[in-house]
Antibody, heavy 126, light 109 residues
Framework: EVQLVESGGGLVQPGGSLRLSCAASGFTFSSYSMNWVRQAPGKGLEWVSYISSSSSTIYYADSVKGRFTISRDNAKNSLYLQMNSLRDEDTAVYYC???????????????????WGQGTMVTVSS | EIVLTQSPGTLSLSPGERATLSCRASQSVSSSYLAWYQQKPGQAPRLLIYGASSRATGIPDRFSGSGSGTDFTLTISRLEPEDFAVYYCQQYGSSPPWTFGQGTKLEIK
């Protein structure tokens, strides 16, 4: 079964740090780009960060740039998000999501975020 | 940054009825890289449609997507009880940030 399982969430004070993990199983993790997406309580979805399959390309949303670091370990089938200088507005459920793709006669095509984990809650509060 | 605006904010319909959800982009979405997701309370989003009109694996054919450029539509032909949820559109073109609409809540009338 294709699965993503997040862990590492919890309660942290403003200015603190937290490291999220996402364990992948049921597919060849090293072949896929990955993302982190968050959802504040009662709000919509916000893309946070992207990492390519080989870690050669990384992107961040402006709201987290300079504070969060995405990384992966393909040997351990794991994705990470190091979150520093946390703020109240970082409070959210954090999801890892796979960047699906397919090939046809015209080449590579993305299939958007085709597999999601169940999420891990991060609460930033004093 | 491409801003996606979904309408209506809330849609009240009965099982068996047809639902039409709209997503409008502030600029053209490249290669029709527009997706739709369904989210139920306490659950992760689930991919329904990618490439504006292709159904994801295991999605029933009552779900269909259409549109190009800046105007996209998700249609649910005959609503089942399990279809009442929040729906998000997302553009995932060549350059980040990849943005989501604010969501449409589909509720039972």
């Amino acid at each position: 079964e294709v699965q993503l399982v997040e862990s590492g969430g919890g309660l942290v004070q403003p200015g603190g740090s937290l490291r999220l993990s996402c364990a992948a199983s049921g597919f060849t993790f090293s072949s896929y780009s990955m993302n982190w997406v968050r959802q504040a309580p009662g709000k919509g979805l916000e893309w946070v960060s992207y990492i390519s399959s080989s870690s050669s390309t990384i992107y961040y949303a402006d709201s987290v740039k300079g504070r969060f670091t995405i990384s992966r370990d393909n040997a351990k089938n794991s994705l990470y998000l190091q979150m520093n200088s946390l703020r109240d507005e970082d409070t959210a459920v954090y999801y890892c999501a796979r960047d699906g793709y397919y090939y046809d006669s015209s080449g590579y095509h993305s299939k958007a975020f085709d597999i999601w984990g169940q999420g891990t809650m991060v609460t930033v509060s004093s | 940054e491409i801003v996606l605006t979904q309408s209506p904010g809330t849609l009240s319909l009965s099982p068996g009825e047809r639902a039409t959800l709209s997503c409008r982009a502030s600029q053209s979405v490249s290669s029709s890289y527009l997706a739709w997701y369904q989210q139920k309370p306490g659950q992760a989003p689930r991919l329904l449609i990618y490439g504006a009109s292709s159904r994801a694996t295991g999605i029933p054919d009552r779900f269909s997507g259409s549109g190009s450029g800046t105007d996209f539509t998700l249609t649910i032909s005959r609503l089942e009880p399990e279809d009442f949820a929040v729906y998000y559109c997302q553009q995932y073109g060549s350059s980040p940030p990849w943005t989501f609409g604010q969501g449409t809540k589909l509720e039972i009338k």
